[in-house]
């Protein structure tokens, strides 16, 4: 078994020190010496030729530097944050006189491509060292402070876990906040002003993930005169496929997404007939993985980034964002999915995110506890959450139908009824939530005899119905009754255009994944549908458009 220390801190042999000769420039630094300080952005690869640099935490609330790791020559610094264009949250300071080698950020590409060996080695250390970072005194760079009850709380970590960012939640229902309560109490900060976020640079007082995202950098900047060869609406499973191989086959690829990378697939607990995984993979880890090897491969991401116009240009496509920003672009591929729709209960938006969820991920799985907990739908997305709950949790599936055999697969099935801890109730719906603070308890009516009765829950997990995102195209192009969007056969073909796969009706416009008329619902799908366009969009861009 490795050492994830050896995975995380590689030295570098002599052989591959040689070979790095022919990228970058040699710069030497004196003592105490910054590379970089927190809220900067990271844009070299450097390698210790001679001397040493030590990473360092500066704790926001103490104003103290902590040191976190030191390294010497035939080490290389740096993490995710040089792909992703994150501002740092460590600093790195010399100790000593120090000679690198620096590389700049094409530099490095290159280098990757040229001499996969290094190249690899660099990639693998830095998805080491974010996962070290997390667990470590690294994570409190950044900390979340807000309720467990919160929802704004839980889009925040989500949104965060999704992004790979090392952090640390303290919930404020929680007895060991002491020092953190003075802190915030110092500033003048008060229940009604959190959540909070501290970073190394700043205290925000109840940010949305876009502001979250704009002061990690993460948000999208402007670059004037830029055309895209492909833009990706949608970071699910098709999304991700689309990126990676756009970007894999030399397209200057753009990957946008309202939320944040996962779609639907990234809110599963575990998916279990996805090829190549035969004890599953949870959604999270499979989109992560598909993100981090899209930027790899040189796709940018940006999220938060909601797309709300679209337009023809000479060029192609421009797209409007909702802060008035433009992006135009060759070609564009749409992979925004769907989402579940909203139980139609009064009061529903008041327990969102403290008691009624739309994933079931280990951060709804914690703030739930041991239940009880109620999902409402039978399909797969549903069977999954049903089975991750139960590992802690009473679950009570409801469906409206008789069984569920009908919309879910066989090997669900059966675990659920081998399951103790998994209720199913036919026949039923939810009809009203309950609860001060956070959700307490729900109405259930039975279809069958019409009687009503009320239960203990703190959660209720909605899987029901798939309402496609296809607002922000208004009638640009053609849609199906349901909002699905219309591809390639389903397009009424003209003398001067005859779409190709996954085509729309707007030449170099596509569609594909959960939001494509007639797509199997399936995360492999997704992803076969997502890799074959790059193919239709290579063959459009060829003849012009």
């Not at 070290?132 to 989500?158: C, T």
């Not at 549903?382 to 069984?403: F, H, K, M, N």
Request: hydrophobic residues 40%; aromatic residues 6%.
């Amino acid at each position: 078994m490795t050492n994830p220390l050896d995975d995380a801190f590689p030295d570098l042999t002599t052989a591959q020190l040689e070979r790095l000769e022919a990228y970058g420039h040699v710069e030497q630094l004196a003592t105490d010496a910054f590379l970089i300080r927190e809220g900067e952005v990271y844009t070299h690869f450097d390698v210790i030729l001679d001397g040493q640099v030590d990473v360092l935490r500066h704790d926001t609330v103490s104003r103290e530097d902590t040191v976190i790791a030191s390294h010497g020559a035939g080490r290389f610094l740096g993490e995710l944050g040089l792909l992703t264009g994150q501002r740092a949250f460590l600093r790195l300071r010399t100790s000593r006189p120090t000679t690198l080698r620096r590389l700049n950020l094409d530099e490095f590409r290159q280098l990757s491509v040229s001499d996969p060996d290094i190249g690899d080695l660099a990639f693998s250390a830095f998805v080491a060292r974010r996962e070290l970072l997390k667990g470590k005194a690294a994570a409190s760079s950044l900390r979340v402070v807000g309720s467990r009850f919160s929802k704004l709380v839980l889009e925040l970590r989500s949104w965060l876990r999704h992004q790979q960012i090392a952090h640390t939640w303290i919930d404020l229902d929680s007895e060991e906040v002491r020092e953190v309560r003075d802190f915030l109490n110092a500033l003048g900060i008060g229940p009604a002003d959190t959540p909070v976020v501290i970073t190394s640079t700043a205290v925000l007082r109840t940010p949305t993930v876009g502001e979250l995202a704009e002061h990690l950098g993460l948000t999208y900047q402007p670059s004037e005169g830029r055309v895209y060869d492909l833009v990706v609406v949608g970071a699910g499973p098709a999304g991700l496929a689309s990126a990676v191989y756009g970007a894999s086959e030399g397209l200057d690829t753009l990957l946008l997404d309202r939320v944040g990378v996962g779609g639907q697939a990234g809110a599963s607990s575990r998916i279990e007939n996805y090829v190549g995984f035969p004890t599953g993979i949870s959604g999270g880890d499979l989109v992560e993985r598909a993100a981090l090897q899209a930027q790899r491969l040189g796709a940018h991401i940006n999220s938060p980034c909601e797309v709300v116009a679209v337009h023809p240009v000479c060029e192609g496509y421009r797209l409007t964002l909702t802060d008035g920003a433009e992006i135009i672009t060759r070609s564009v591929i749409a992979a925004l999915g769907v989402q579940y729709r909203k139980l139609p209960i009064d009061g529903m938006e008041r327990f969102e995110g403290n008691g009624v969820y739309y994933a079931a991920t280990d951060l709804e799985a914690r703030v739930c506890g041991t239940g009880p907990v109620t999902v409402v739908g039978g399909g797969n997305s549903a069977g999954q959450a049903a089975l991750y709950l139960a590992r802690e949790a009473q679950v009570t599936i409801a469906i409206r139908g008789d069984d569920l055999t009908k919309s879910m697969s066989a090997y669900l099935i059966d675990r659920i009824e081998q399951s103790p801890n998994i209720t199913v109730d036919v026949h039923s719906e939810v009809v009203a939530l309950h609860g001060g603070k956070h959700l307490e308890s729900i109405t259930v009516r039975s279809n069958a005899s019409g009687d009503s009765t009320d239960r203990e829950c703190v959660g209720v997990f909605c899987f029901v119905g798939a309402v496609p995102f296809t607002d922000w195209l208004g009638d640009f192009v053609a849609l199906d009754a349901r909002g699905f969007v219309l591809t390639d056969s389903d397009v009424v073909r003209g003398p001067a255009f005859s779409p190709l796969p996954y085509e729309t009706s707007r030449p170099g416009f596509f569609a594909v994944g959960d939001v494509r008329a007639r797509s199997t619902k399936r995360v492999a799908a997704a992803v076969g549908e997502g890799s074959s366009a790059v193919r239709s969009v290579h063959e459009r861009l060829a003849v012009g458009g």
